[in-house]
C-alpha cells in the first residue's frame, strides 16, 4: 500500500486521537489486555515464537547500513541466554544514511509521512505479544507489565506524539491567498506557500528501563515532521528498539521511501558513541532519557540541536491527616512494588510529620504510620507469584547492590528480599526496602537511589513536611508527587508548592490510578518545569521545533 | 477597569487575530495610515507634544525599582538632541522586583493576562504618534515608517504573541474528567486539572534598529505565558521601549497586578548589562535580537534558559531570465532604499549570471542588468525629499563609515552620497552604494556589511548563481531571499534550495510587495531554520514553551 492509503486508513485513529489530546479524557486505540480475544487467539503463542526466533543470532536489517554484528552486552535479567547480535555501524554511517532519504521524505508531505508513522504503530500493536517478551528479558519488567507499559501504552506515546505533530504541522494552511486593500488602487494580492521543513538527523537515545515508552514519542515526533532518526538504544536494552526500528523500516520501505531514515546504531558500556552522535553537525534533534549526567552534558553540549531530555528526580510523597489510611497503605503498597521501584515516576521520599498524623478518629504515631505503610507492602508482596508478577525482575546488577547498601542508611522498616521465580531461577527479583531517617539527614533524601528504595522522613510539621519536598523538588526535580490529605489547607499548600516548583501531583490516591502511571491522551508525563526533564511527553512543545516552516510568497496579478 | 473587563473588551479582536493566524490572510486591527480621521484630528500634535515633553529630563516611572538617573548615550540620528535618562538600577535588582508579582500574576489566570496584554497593545495603538517620533529619533527610520513598522506593525506583531500564546495555553482544558472502564467494576474516574506555570524572568534583549517590531513579540508572549520581563533595550535605542514599558505597567497596575511584571533596565555601551542579567539563574527566557556574535554567545551560555534570537545574516537575490525587468527594478530600488538598508531583511548580495539574462525579447549584459538595477535605484532617490522618507537616517555613525569603505570592495556602479534633510540639517542620510564584484570574492559577499551596501555578482550561470545563494545561506544564515525568473525550472530549484537551507522566499516581486517585508498574521519572519535566527516571528515554536503545564489530578469517588 501506499503512504497515502495508510492515511486514509488510520484517519479515524487520528482524529479521535486529536478531539482526545483537547479533551484529555480517556481513550486508547491499543487495548491494554493481552487477550487473544483481542489480538487473536494464535497471538501470544506466535509472539513468543517470534521472539525466541530472535535468540542467538544477528538482527538482520535488510538494507542496513553497516559491517558485521556487534555484541552490545545486552543480558536478560531473568538469566535468559539472549545472543542477540546487532549491526556493527559508527555515527557517521548512521547518519550518512539516513540523510540520503530526507529529501524524498521531506517532499513527500504530512499525510504520507503520518500514513507510514500511523501504520507502523499498528503493526507494533499487533506484534505486542512479541515485543512484551523482548521487554521483558531486557529491561526486567514482568511480563504483563511489559506488554502495557512497553507494548500498548508506549505505542499510546508513539501515537500522541504524531497527533500532537500532524496538529502542529497542519496548524498553517500550506497555501493561504493574503489580499491586502489599497484603497482605490486594486488590493496586493500574494499567495504563500508554506512548507515544513525538518531540522535535520534526529538521534533518539534510549534508556534501559523503558526503551519504548520513553522512546517512541521522540522517535514518531521527529520522523512524522521529516526528520530522519538514527536510534541508538542503551546497550544492555536494544532488542525492542531493534524490533521497532524493524517495523518501521518494513513500512518505510514498502511505502518506497529509503528505509534508512530510521537505523539502529549500537554500542557498548566501554565505547559509547551517543556523544559522537549527538554533536554530529547534521543531527538538528536529540531525544535523550537517561541520567542526569549525561542529559545535562547534551543539553549544553549539542548547540546544533533541539534537546529534550527526561533525566531522574527525587520523587516525594507528603502524608498529613488521612482517615483513609487503609486504601493508601494499598495504593501506595502496589506503586512502591511496580517494577522494583525502577520508573522514574517511584516515589522515594515519604514526608510525615514526626508528631504522626490524625487518620479519621485515630491518632497514628510517626512510627505508626511508617509500620502500616511497610505491614501492608509486606502482605502484598507476601505471595511470591504474585509479588514477581508485579517486581518484575531488577535490570542492572548495580540498583540490587544499591539495594543492599542502603540498609545501613537509617532505621530498616521493612527490609528487602530476594525471592525465586518460578520459571526463571536465575532471575535477579528483589522486594522494596524502606527506612526511616530524619528531617535533618537531607543528604539521605536528596540523593536519588534508583530502584526499590524509600525514606520515611520524620519532619517537624505538615508545613516542614512541604517545605522538604519543596526544596527537592527545585533542587534536584522529579517526575510525579503525591500528597494525602483530609484538610483543604494542606491541599490547597501542597498545590501551590506544586505550581511553584513546577512538578505534576496527584493527590489522596487510594483506588486503581498510582502517582507512578500516566495515560497518553490525558496526563502529562514529566513538566519539564523542574530539573528531572527539560520536556513534557506529550505537548506542543515537544513538537513544535522540530520543523520549520518555510514560506514562498508569489504575487498574483491583479484580476479585472 | 479589571483585567477580566479588557479581556472582554478586546475578546473579538483576538478572536479575529485567532482565526486569521489559521488563515494567514490579510488582516489588522491598528490601521497603518497616520490619518486624523483614523486617530483623531488631534492625535499627531498630542503625539508630537508628548514626545517633546519627553526631552532632556528623567524618564520617571513610578514605583520603579533603582536609584537616579542612567544616561545611556542615546542621541538621535537626525540631531536632535534627546537627553533623556532613565532608571539606574542593577540587573539583581530588576529581577528582584520582577519576582516579587509573579504568583499573583500566574494565578489571575490566562484570560485576565491576555485582558492585560491586549488592552496595554490597543493603548500603545492609541499613542502611534509619540511612538513614531520616538521611534524615528532614535533608529533614524523616516516618520511614515516610524509610525508604521515602529507603531502599527510592531503592534500587530505583539498581538499575534498573545494570539499564538493565548492559543497554546487554551489548547489544554484547565479541568478534565478521565473516565476508564474497569470491565464489570466502576470505572476510574479522576478530575485533572491543568495549569499554566510560568517559566520564570524573562530577559528581553532590544535591538537599536528595530525596538519595538522586534521586540513586542518576546515581551508580551513571556508577559501572557505568566512571566514577569525585564525589558534591556539597546543603550541608543531606549525610548520606544520605555515608553512601552510605561503603558504596560499602567496597565498591569490599574489592574490590580505590581507593576515591576515588567520593568525597564538600562544600560551603556561602555558597562553592558545583559550578559549578567541573561544568565541569572533566576532567568528562565531570553529574547534577543542583534548581532550574531552575541546571539550566538547567549544560545551557548545560558543552559538555564530558554532562547530565542534573530540575528544577522546574508540576504540575497537571485536574477535569471525575466521580462518585467523595469518593474523589477522599481521593486528593488524600494526594497534597497528603505530605511537604508538598515533592515535584517534588505538583500545584500544580487547573484546574476556573468552572462547576462533574456528580457522579453531584449538581452541584457550582466553589466547591463547591473546598470538597470542602479540607474532604477540613482532615479527613485534623485528627489531628496522623497529620498529622505524612505531613506531615513543612517542610526548609527558606523554604518556610514562601513558604507564608505565599501567604495574599496568593487567596482562601484552607484555611489553613496549625503542628502540634507530640509527639517533635520545635522541629519546622517547616505543613499544606497551598488558595487560590481566577481563570483570568485566570496569573502566580500560571505560577509554581512550591514547598512545601504549591494553587491551584484557575477556568477557563471544561473545554477551557479543559485549554488553560491545556497552555499552563503548555509554558510552565514539569512532571514529573506528573492529570486526572478520566467522559467519554471529556475523557480522549481530556488524552492528546492530554500527549502533546503531554510529561508522565506518571495518571488517574482515586482509590485507593492517587498523581499524585506513581512505581515504579521500571515508572513513567517526569519524561519528559524538557518543561521541568521533560531526562532520566527511568530509560531507556535516561539510560545509554546514559555510556559509549562503542572498537572493536578484529584480521585473522583466513583457515583452509584
Not at 497555501?175 to 512548507?195: I, S
Not at 482517615?323 to 515516576?345: I, W
Not at 510529620?353 to 509486606?378: C, H, M, N, W, Y
Not at 537531607?442 to 520515611?456: A, C, M
Request: aromatic share 8%; charged share 20%.
Amino acid at each position: 500500500m501506499a503512504a497515502a492509503d495508510y492515511f486514509a486508513k488510520h484517519k479515524e485513529t487520528l482524529s479521535t486521537a486529536l478531539e482526545t489530546i483537547a479533551s484529555r479524557g480517556f481513550w486508547s486505540p491499543y487495548p491494554e489486555r493481552a487477550s487473544g480475544s483481542i489480538y487473536g487467539e494464535s497471538a501470544a503463542d506466535e509472539g513468543e515464537v517470534a521472539f525466541k526466533a530472535r535468540l542467538g543470532k544477528p538482527f538482520e536489517l535488510s538494507g542496513h547500513p553497516g559491517d558485521g554484528y556487534l555484541e552490545t552486552g545486552e543480558t536478560s535479567p531473568y538469566g535468559l541466554e539472549l545472543g542477540v547480535t546487532y549491526p556493527k555501524l559508527s555515527a557517521a554511517e548512521a547518519i550518512a544514511a539516513a540523510k540520503s532519504g530526507m529529501k524524498a521524505w521531506r517532499d513527500a508531505g504530512v499525510e504520507a509521512r503520518a500514513g507510514v508513522c500511523l501504520e507502523a504503530l499498528a503493526r507494533i500493536n499487533a506484534r505486542s505479544f512479541e515485543m512484551a517478551h523482548a521487554v521483558m528479558h531486557t529491561t526486567g519488567q514482568a511480563f504483563l507489565m511489559a506488554f502495557q507499559a512497553g507494548g500498548t501504552h508506549a505505542q499510546d506515546r508513539g501515537l500522541e506524539a504524531v497527533t500532537y505533530a500532524y496538529r502542529e504541522m497542519t496548524s498553517v494552511p500550506a497555501v493561504a491567498r493574503w489580499e491586502k486593500p489599497q484603497g482605490k488602487n486594486p488590493p496586493l494580492v500574494m499567495d504563500k506557500h508554506f512548507n515544513v521543513a525538518p531540522r535535520g538527523v534526529a538521534a533518539m537515545i534510549g534508556v534501559s528501563t523503558f526503551p519504548t515508552w520513553n522512546g517512541y514519542p521522540g522517535l514518531f515526533a521527529s520522523l512524522v515532521t521529516g526528520n530522519p532518526v538514527v536510534v541508538k538504544p542503551h546497550p544492555m536494552t536494544v532488542l525492542p528498539l531493534a524490533i521497532s526500528v524493524e517495523i518501521v523500516r518494513d513500512v518505510l520501505a514498502e511505502c518506497g521511501f529509503d528505509p534508512n531514515l530510521v537505523t539502529l546504531l549500537t554500542d557498548r558500556r566501554d565505547a559509547p558513541v551517543a556523544k559522537e552522535l549527538c554533536t554530529d553537525p547534521a543531527v538538528g534533534i536529540v531525544d535523550f532519557t537517561g541520567s542526569n549526567a549525561f542529559g545535562e552534558w547534551l543539553e549544553r553540549n549539542c548547540p546544533q540541536a533541539q534537546v529534550y531530555t527526561e533525566k531522574a528526580g527525587v520523587n516525594a510523597l507528603v502524608i498529613d491527616d488521612f482517615a483513609d489510611v487503609k486504601g493508601m497503605a494499598r495504593n501506595l503498597s502496589f506503586t512502591l512494588s511496580l517494577y522494583s521501584g525502577q520508573m522514574c515516576t517511584t516515589p522515594q521520599n515519604i514526608f510525615v510529620p514526626k508528631d504522626g498524623i490524625q487518620a479519621g478518629d485515630q491518632r497514628l504515631s510517626f512510627d505508626e504510620v511508617a509500620e502500616t505503610l511497610a505491614g501492608a507492602l509486606e502482605k502484598f508482596l507476601s505471595d511470591d507469584e504474585r509479588a514477581w508478577g508485579v517486581l518484575g525482575a531488577i535490570q542492572a546488577p548495580e540498583t540490587a547492590q544499591r539495594i543492599e547498601q542502603a540498609a545501613q542508611m537509617g532505621e530498616v522498616v521493612l527490609d528487602s528480599r530476594a525471592i525465586t521465580h518460578q520459571a526463571w531461577p536465575d532471575a535477579r527479583i528483589r522486594t522494596p526496602i524502606m527506612l526511616k531517617i530524619d528531617g535533618s539527614e537531607r543528604d539521605k533524601y536528596e540523593s536519588e537511589l534508583f530502584g526499590p528504595i524509600s525514606f520515611v522522613v520524620a519532619c517537624e510539621d505538615i508545613d516542614d513536611a512541604l517545605e522538604k519536598w519543596r526544596e527537592t523538588v527545585a533542587r534536584k526535580g522529579a517526575i510525579t508527587a503525591g500528597v494525602y490529605s483530609d484538610r483543604a489547607e494542606t491541599l490547597k499548600k501542597a498545590e501551590e508548592v506544586a505550581q511553584e516548583v513546577g512538578v505534576a501531583l496527584s493527590v489522596n490516591l487510594t483506588g486503581g490510578v498510582f502517582v507512578n502511571q500516566t495515560a497518553a491522551f490525558s496526563d502529562f508525563h514529566a513538566t519539564g518545569a523542574n530539573p528531572a526533564a527539560n520536556a513534557a511527553l506529550v505537548d506542543s512543545a515537544f513538537v513544535a521545533n522540530r520543523f520549520r516552516m518555510v514560506e514562498i510568497r508569489y504575487p498574483v496579478a491583479a484580476e479585472g
